[in-house]
């Protein structure tokens, strides 16, 4: 979901500044993991599909459909071999809802959980990447189920191709791969994530955000927080030049109103926390938050594009990052 500060760790941008090369239940969750590297249309539509079916009834947080999602992700989360980060993964919240809100009103408290999960670096030296996608939708309203496969079930999907592609070759830094609930109507998992974060604050070099990744209809991917951190367009731009689809920056300029997307889904609470941000996103399409967000409308080729060209950047990002 989108919604309609600018600070920048210190730290962070002046080390980049400094870095050579740096200007100043259909699917099950135990098939296989995939070999390192691989991204295929098939196992990425495979998740959407799984997510978007009628028994998680649109993943609205709080909701059984909801709490389905999250078992099924947990148990990917098993397979593919990432290590909890204490006790287990899942972080547990409880949040009230705002009056009006995407997620309704009332002030009842709702339980919420967000899940984290680590692949170790081989350099421990250095700080973590957060790379995170919330898993909850809309749910059914009316009567209509919204099963948002764009919106999120795309950046779910992504996520857990990168982390099984990590527990088979490993990062340089830790990943802490975090599905986000309770995203729609107030960033409620991002919220609780850092208020009680897995890791100190200085421990989170940056958060790569993926939330809306597969319907690209004007064939374009769009890369948002360049702006806030100049220094990361150095490591970004050859992964756009190399790109097998249109890779675009901006989306990220003050003042821009709703185009500016800097607090419009979970990267909005790392950057109000200081810490960077790259968000992977397309542009608002005619089935956003509506039932007709479905599996069917996914180009299955754009989406795997999409999702190696974050792959890319993931990589690009890990070895230049301090």
Partial sequence: ???PFVHVSAALLAALLWWPGVAPASAQATAAAPPAGA?????????????????YAGRRVGTPGGIRARDWIRARYRT???????????????FTPGKGGAQGGGGERVQGANLIGRCAGTDPSRPAIVVSAHYDHLGVR??????????????????????????????????????????EGGLNGARA????????????????????????DKGELYVAGLHHTPALRAILSPVAERAPIAVRFGHDLPGSGHDDWTDQ??????????????????EDHPDYHKPTDTADRIDPVFFAKAATVILDALRALDQHLP
Wanted: glycine share 8%.
């Fill in 193 to 216: 994530f850092m208020a009680a974060p897995p890791l100190p604050k200085a421990r989170l070099a940056l958060d790569v955000n993926l939330d809306m990744v597969a319907r690209g």
């Fill in 142 to 183: 009316e009567g209509r189920t919204y099963p948002g496969a764009d919106d999120n079930a795309s950046g779910v999907a992504v996520l857990l191709e990168l982390a099984a592609i990590c527990t088979a070759n490993p990062f340089r830094h830790d990943l802490l791969f975090v599905a986000f609930d309770a995203e």
């Fill in 39 to 55: 991204i295929t249309a098939d196992r990425l539509m495979d998740t959407v599909r799984e997510l978007t079916s009628e028994p």
């Fill in 265 to 282: 889904s979970d990267h909005g609470v790392f950057h109000a926390a200081g810490i960077p941000f790259v968000y992977f996103g397309v």
């Fill in 80 to 94: 593919i071999g990432l290590e909890p980060v204490g006790d287990g993964f899942d972080q547990p919240f409880t």
């Fill in 1 to 3: 979901m989108r919604v």
